[in-house]
């Protein structure tokens, strides 16, 4: 039922900021008790998870990452965005927006995932 869409630019210029939006059907961002997520794979490499915003509008952000990522949304349009500033080649990677479901003590699941996005940053 809950389907989730990225869209963005395919290739962005080192040192800009990469906004992708994800947004959401079948559900609302603002429904209680979910957090709506953006995770990262570049080439070769497992899963990177970068941050979340919650039904409150609370955010929080990988400590790897939070210096240069901020997640905003607009309840209008039942979507949410992902901001990466600074990018360099090494931030090529295809992007996912994931709904996060229930936590307890065994973890956070990510229950519904987007098809993902890539993103190759170049000059």
């Known amino acids: 039922q809950v389907q989730l869409q990225e869209s963005g630019p395919g290739l962005v210029k080192p ?8 947004t959401v059907s079948g559900g609302s961002i603002t429904t209680n008790y979910y957090c709506w997520s953006w995770i ?3 080439p070769g490499k497992g899963l990177e998870y970068m941050g979340f915003i919650c039904d409150s509008g609370i955010t929080g952000y990988s400590p790897s990452l939070k210096s240069r990522t901020s997640i905003s ?3 209008s349009k ?10 360099t080649p ?8 994931a709904r996060v479901g ?6 956070c ?9 890539q993103v190759t940053v170049s000059s």
Request: hydrophobic share 25%.
């Open 40 to 42: 990262r794979q570049p």
């Open 15 to 22: 040192s800009e900021t990469l906004s992708l939006a994800c």
């Open 90 to 97: 090494e931030d090529t990677a295809v992007y996912y927006c």
């Open 109 to 117: 699941p990510w229950d519904y995932w987007g098809q993902g996005t």
């Open 78 to 87: 039942n979507q949410f965005t992902l901001h990466l500033s600074s990018v």
């Open 102 to 107: 229930y936590c307890t003590t065994y973890g």
């Open 73 to 75: 949304r607009d309840t």
